[in-house]
């Protein structure tokens, strides 16, 4: 694009600010709905007198739907416009969200979410791919930083909200409070977009979209369920053997079409290529912290959903603070400085949350937490911008819906493998303390004395007292063992991010040489 078509369009695009509102809002209603669900499922199965393991349905059904279709969000774009799918998703979404607070059984309700899924996965691809649209490549970083506000607020909020919002009103508040966001959301849509040029004659690439969809899919599946169902289990063996067969055929496939789903081509860009492969090591690495405090403060330290989303909020608006001034950062010196100083800080506090131990100061894991959200935020926007821009403009929408599909299955990819490590490390310390603490010693002797004359002051026999300390000194091993196996695994989610620093030497901008004097 020549120089003055490009000044003409940032005349043209002067009010692009109040436009990015209506995206920032879609994105923001999505990305809330599903942090208020995760609090939610031990409510939810006492509600629908359902089991732990089915009524995990409604967020795997919410996460494999969205994500499967992420790679149709690109050509579904040009060839209707990016506008007219937003709006269109905005309201699929805010209709199920009320569809799923009328739910009547844990059926209806992973239903309901199915179809929520489908709309909410075109939402951020499609809002990321027309903020390109509209936005000055020079004004970019600034923009996405602001955009990416939503993304780190909502999950701040999501799970205080959810706590209060159970203990106080109904599971169902969750998804109403959804409705008149949406409903809002899509209005504002409606006036302040405008429609991006249309492709109405552009085929739809039904093999590719059918080989994406069992692809990824069966990969998702197969990592989500891998921990519960067994890695080496006929099920998900035949999960990622279905995965991979297919993942082969539809590179196949895309690569001799003209105007393929998913342009694999788009890997022929070394900056693009780069940038998508980091953020997703990133995501890797980010997805351990969010999965792991929750556990920890939970499981170990005793506190209810609410007290936990109060700790872990400062973190995440530190994260949203530093959005937009990454992106400020970004647009004036490049991701060099802000990658580094982002990911340095980032894996040196998932690093330092190794140390965590059973009475860990709360102060101290706050203010670790908080600056690993600094980190975040400084890293995360200019690393995914950095990859972008280096795409031609017609084609930011499927660069967009692969870089957003590429982060989702690296996120689960992450999850996957730090969960295996958690609990085989938890199996191993537990041996590793019963080996150690012998019940015959003074100490041990000496504690399971003193439990066991509590119990016999409640009027049980000695024979019961004497198992409740040995159950109690059990269940106290089992503790330790957890913490240390969640700090192990802090430490090995630490270097997906600490290996990321080095790609930032060659996704850095370099200077043009200076031209010689005449």
């Known amino acids: 694009m020549s120089q003055a078509v490009e000044e003409k369009r940032t005349g043209e695009n002067g009010s692009f600010w109040v436009t990015l509102l209506a995206i920032i809002l879609g994105t923001f209603v999505a990305v ?152 809002f959301a899509a209005l504002i849509s409606g006036f302040l977009l405008k429609e991006t040029p249309k492709k109405p004659d552009l085929p739809f690439d039904v093999p590719g979209a059918v080989l994406s969809v069992i692809a990824f899919g069966t990969l998702l599946l197969a990592l989500t369920k891998g921990q519960s169902e067994g890695w080496d289990s006929l099920y998900i063996v035949s999960l990622f053997f279905i995965c991979f067969f297919s993942l082969v055929l539809l590179i196949w496939v895309e690569l001799g079409k003209a105007q393929p789903l998913i342009d694999f081509r788009l890997f022929k860009n070394p900056i693009f290529s780069l940038s998508t492969f980091t953020s997703g090591l990133v995501m890797m690495g980010m997805f351990g912290g969010v999965f792991l405090t929750p556990l920890y403060l939970q499981n170990i330290q005793g506190m209810t ?87 031609p403009r017609e084609m930011v929408g499927k660069a967009s819906s692969i870089s957003n599909l590429f982060r989702q299955v690296m996120g689960s990819l992450g999850i996957a493998i730090l969960t295996a490590i958690m609990t085989t490390q938890q199996t191993l310390h537990v041996s590793m303390i019963t080996e150690s603490v012998s019940v015959t010693s003074t100490v041990a002797q000496q504690t399971i004395t003193s439990v066991s004359g509590l119990y016999a002051q409640g009027g049980v026999d000695s024979a019961t007292a004497q198992g409740g300390a040995l159950a109690v000194i059990a269940g106290y091993i089992q503790k330790e063992a957890a913490v240390r196996a969640i700090a192990d695994t802090f430490l090995i989610s630490s270097i997906p991010i600490l290996c990321s620093i080095p790609f930032i030497y060659f996704l850095r901008k370099k200077r043009k040489p200076e031209p010689a004097a005449k």
């Open 305 to 391: 959903p609410v007290e936990t989303g109060l700790l872990l909020m400062p973190q995440s608006i530190a994260m949203a603070l530093m959005m937009p001034i990454s992106g400020k950062l970004f647009d004036k010196f490049g991701v060099g400085p802000i990658g580094l100083v982002g990911l340095t800080l980032m894996g040196t506090m998932t690093y330092e949350l190794h140390r965590l131990g059973v009475d860990t100061p709360n102060r101290w894991l706050d203010m670790i937490l908080t600056i690993r959200g600094i980190g975040i935020g400084l890293c995360m926007m200019p690393l995914t911008t950095v990859g972008m821009n280096s795409v």
């Open 32 to 183: 809330l709905n599903n942090s208020l669900i995760n609090v939610a499922l031990p409510k939810l199965v006492n509600v629908f007198g359902s089991t732990t393991q089915d009524i995990q349905w409604v967020l795997t059904a919410y996460m494999l739907a969205s994500a499967v279709v992420i790679p149709m969000s690109g050509s579904l774009g040009e060839k209707f416009g990016y506008k007219r799918m937003f709006i269109l998703s905005l309201w699929v979404f805010t209709t199920c969200s009320a569809l799923c607070g009328l739910a009547w059984s844990d059926t209806s309700l992973i239903a309901f979410r199915i179809f929520q899924g489908v709309s909410g996965g075109f939402i951020m691809p499609i809002g990321m791919a027309m903020i390109y649209m509209i936005v000055p490549r020079q004004q970019i970083g600034m923009a996405l930083g602001l955009w990416g506000i939503a993304a780190m607020v909502a999950p701040a909020i999501g799970p205080t909200l959810s706590g209060y919002l159970i203990e106080y009103f109904s599971w169902r508040v969750l998804f109403f409070i959804c409705v008149p966001i949406g409903v």
